[in-house]
């Protein structure tokens, strides 16, 4: 009898240690697949091979109001957009087709005017602005071909419009260059934009500044891979990845100074090092501030990374591949292993972690899509390979190092304090508590009238943005209250990983 508990404890000590606990899934996919205007154009792209779902691996993510976006490279034939978009406010889909954004004839394969080729990851602004790399390529390596030139192309959201398509210079870029990460630097008004670019196989950081309109780019011997730390072993594969220089990056809030910290990691490194944005932002920097460059500290062992972000109280959360998780350090403490912890972990779920992003409200957002098993071996397509998970930040950092211990500096006084105050009840109202057949998200009780945003153009004085949630209409959410212990409701699917811990409680009785 004893034996036997301890057996049924340790077993499901293993399956709690492998379910994500923090993190709710979201959506998940075993193969993704796009909407059409009707069967018959959808039935024709199959037929022609415009659309081929099982070539399709998403890799980016950007949650802005209503829409979460989704970027899948055309790395195989059949991707009939790379830029698309999930509407949050649509009746909920465990498994939502993509739709394409702004639409698919913005989307063409080969036209270098008006269309996207390959984007990675994106990012959205508080001017409502979204910004997006097209790195003008298709196919994957060895087979890629450069159909366009490496285009930043931003777009109004409001509109759905492309308000602006910038080609990088040929001396921003070299024969290697392979970019797949952004990170925005947003001053005092709209304007006041520049966006950085790590280009991880030619190991340069491209800055734009939109006020110009204009690029320049930085080298520097911290954006090479380590040769030590090469070796990978991810989802059951080894391999080799010693090339990969530059590639996750962040900004920080804006610091005494008036300055942001641009924070950076190559992938083939366990590392992290940062510069300030007041030598980013100056194109005469580009030679003579080698010294400008300085590293923050090591993260610990198998500590590889391919996304970062970082909120505005200088937490930074960061894609763990290595892991299968989403590791957090709070930039007030020393970076060093005991101060970087693991917000949640998942030996499935969490198996490559390609993307996070944290939203306006302060919720998290990680995409997990088992690239290295796209790319080295095949996919089965049996089980889930993609997924979309989410929780406020503020239950993610709960019980880590990560913790914000000072009160929370407000940055930016509008910030609405009842919806953070009431993210707490996250335990109902994550996901999927879907009364009027709608998602609703974390964090987000009872709100106003959607507030009108500028589109964008100069802010008010006080940099008053108004930052809110969405137009999802909350007003019909009926979530029930979260009683601590219970398992996370599974709204209408049951897709959910069984919970270790409350098997444990319920064999032990
Ligand atoms: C590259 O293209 C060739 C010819 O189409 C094909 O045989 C080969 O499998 C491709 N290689 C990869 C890695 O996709
Ligand atoms: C920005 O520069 C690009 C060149 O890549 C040019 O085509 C475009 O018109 C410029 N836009 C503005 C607003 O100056
Ligand atoms: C939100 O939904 C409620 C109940 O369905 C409705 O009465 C209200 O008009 C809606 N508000 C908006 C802004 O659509």
Redesign the pocket.
């Known amino acids: 009898m004893k034996m036997d508990t301890r057996i049924i404890i340790l077993c499901c000590l293993v399956s709690f240690a492998s379910a994500a606990v923090k993190l709710q899934e979201l959506y998940s996919w075993n193969v993704l697949d796009w909407n059409y205007p009707d069967p018959y154009s959808k039935q024709l792209a199959l037929q022609t091979g415009a659309l081929i779902p099982e070539n399709a691996l998403p890799v980016g993510i950007e949650r802005w109001r209503n829409k979460l976006f989704v970027s899948v490279p055309r790395w195989r034939a059949g991707i009939p957009a790379t830029l698309n978009y999930i509407p949050l406010d649509a009746p909920y889909e465990p498994s939502p087709k993509l739709n394409p954004y702004p639409s698919y004839e913005a989307n063409e394969l080969g036209n270098c005017q008006t269309g996207l080729n390959t984007v990675y990851r994106i990012k959205a602004d508080k001017c409502d602005r979204l910004w997006v790399l097209d790195v003008g390529t298709y196919g994957y390596d060895p087979n890629v071909t450069n159909l366009c030139p490496y285009a930043l192309n931003v777009y109004d959201l409001n509109t759905d419009q492309r308000i602006r398509r910038y080609v990088f210079r040929p001396e921003d870029i070299v024969s290697t260059t392979f970019i797949a990460n952004i990170a925005l630097d947003e001053g005092s008004s709209c304007e006041d934009t520049f966006a950085y670019f790590s280009d991880e196989l030619g190991y340069g950081l491209i800055a734009y500044s939109w006020q110009q309109n204009k690029s320049w780019r930085f080298t520097h011997g911290f954006f090479m891979p380590d040769p030590l730390v090469g070796d990978f072993n991810i989802a059951g594969l080894n391999f080799q990845w010693s090339s990969e220089g530059i590639f996750g990056i962040t900004t920080s809030p804006i610091g005494p100074d008036g300055y942001r910290t641009l924070y950076f990691s190559p992938l083939t490194s366990n590392t992290e090092f940062a510069v300030s944005t007041r030598i980013l932002r100056d194109e005469r920097k580009v030679t003579g501030s080698y010294r400008d460059f300085y590293v923050v500290g090591p993260r610990g062992a198998n500590t590889h990374t391919t996304a970062k972000v970082m909120d505005e109280t200088g937490v930074q959360l960061f894609s763990l591949i290595d892991q299968n998780a989403i590791g957090c350090w709070n930039s007030a403490l020393p970076h060093k292993p005991q101060n970087i912890a693991l917000a949640d972990k998942d030996d499935v779920g969490l198996i490559f972690p390609s993307d996070v992003k944290i939203d306006e409200i302060r919720n998290v957002w990680v995409m997990s899509d088992r690239m290295p098993v796209f790319l080295e071996s095949d996919l089965d397509y049996s089980d889930i390979n993609f997924r979309i998970y989410t929780a406020p930040l503020k239950q993610l950092l709960a019980g880590t190092v990560c913790e914000p211990t000072a009160p929370v500096v407000k940055i930016n006084p509008t910030i609405n304090d009842n919806l953070i105050a009431q993210q707490p009840i996250y335990g109902s109202a994550i996901g999927l508590v879907s009364n009027?057949n709608q998602v609703f998200l974390p964090g987000v009780g009872a709100s106003t009238?959607?507030p009108t945003f500028p589109a964008f153009g100069i802010l008010p004085e006080n940099n008053n943005i108004p930052r809110t949630s969405s137009y999802i209409?909350f007003?019909?959410q009926r979530s029930l209250p979260f009683v601590p212990g219970d398992p996370i409701r599974t709204g209408t699917s049951n897709r959910w990983p069984i919970r270790g811990r409350y098997q444990v409680s319920e064999n032990v009785q």
Do not use: L, Q
């Open positions: 009027a009238a959607p209409n007003s019909n």
